[in-house]
């Protein structure tokens, strides 16, 4: 079954909001990396967090590695519109990666 | 210049036909995958190969059979399509495995089994 599990399935935020998505694990994950999935195109990698704790910015997007390495988050502040697609967060279970089910995201302008 | 490519972008087929897609990577990677997108964009792992050799086998049907001619190239050949087969599949590479790369995904595949 699913061992990342990712909240909320769907973001509806309005132009300038902040949000967050989460992503657990019941078991401890060596890393974590986030994609981002615009409509209709195909994953890209955005980050990847390998440190207990561990905090990473890029512009808007703040993501975190929990202390006890076994949940995540993506924080994005001042929403954009170009912000618009799935975010998936993926961990490493078994010498895979092991995706969560992604959070939609769809910006109200 | 593209780095995964994959072909065709789309494949509208019957049940019982069996097709082929194809994937290849410039970027000199050891690594590569098919994953499944389903209807509800969720994303999972059907094979790995890493320089040639299958090291990841989810549990897949027999009736896809993933080949590997050279590390910058895989395919998955789909016999006996089902309308489950729909789907988006995508390839991607990595430079290594284990997991700890980055992934590099093509532009996926949409199946369309009727």
């Known amino acids: 079954g699913q061992q990342v599990m990712q909240i909320p399935q769907y973001q509806h935020v309005q132009e300038g909001e902040d949000f967050t998505t989460y992503c657990n694990s019941s078991?401890?994950?060596?890393?974590i990396q986030w994609y981002k999935q615009r409509p209709g195109g195909h994953p890209v990698f955005l980050i990847q967090?390998?440190?207990?704790?561990e905090v990473k910015k890029q512009k808007r997007l703040t993501f975190q590695f929990g202390e006890a390495k076994k949940n995540s988050s993506l924080h994005i502040t001042a929403t954009q519109t170009t912000d618009v697609g799935t975010y998936f967060c993926?961990?490493?279970?078994?010498?895979?990666?092991?995706f969560g089910a992604g959070t939609t995201v769809t910006v109200r302008a | 210049d593209t780095a995964v490519s994959q072909t065709p972008k789309y494949l509208v087929t019957q049940m019982g036909n069996d097709k082929s897609i194809k994937c290849e990577q410039n970027?000199?990677?050891?690594?590569m995958y098919w994953y499944k997108q389903d209807s509800k964009k969720f994303l999972k792992i059907m094979f790995s190969?890493?320089?040639?050799?299958?090291?990841i086998n989810e549990t897949v049907p027999n009736r896809f059979s993933p080949k590997s001619p050279d590390k910058a190239h895989l395919n998955l050949h789909i016999n006996s399509l089902e309308l489950g087969d729909s789907a988006v599949y995508f390839c991607?590479?990595?430079?290594?495995?284990?997991?700890?790369?980055?992934?590099?995904f093509g532009p996926g595949t949409r199946l369309t089994v009727t």
């Open positions: 967090l390998v440190k207990s704790g």
């Open positions: 991607a590479s990595s430079l290594a495995s284990g997991a700890t790369y980055e992934q590099y």
């Open positions: 970027l000199g990677h050891d690594t």
């Open positions: 190969y890493n320089n040639k050799e299958l090291i």
């Open positions: 993926a961990g490493r279970v078994d010498y895979k990666l092991s």
């Open positions: 078991t401890t994950l060596s890393n």
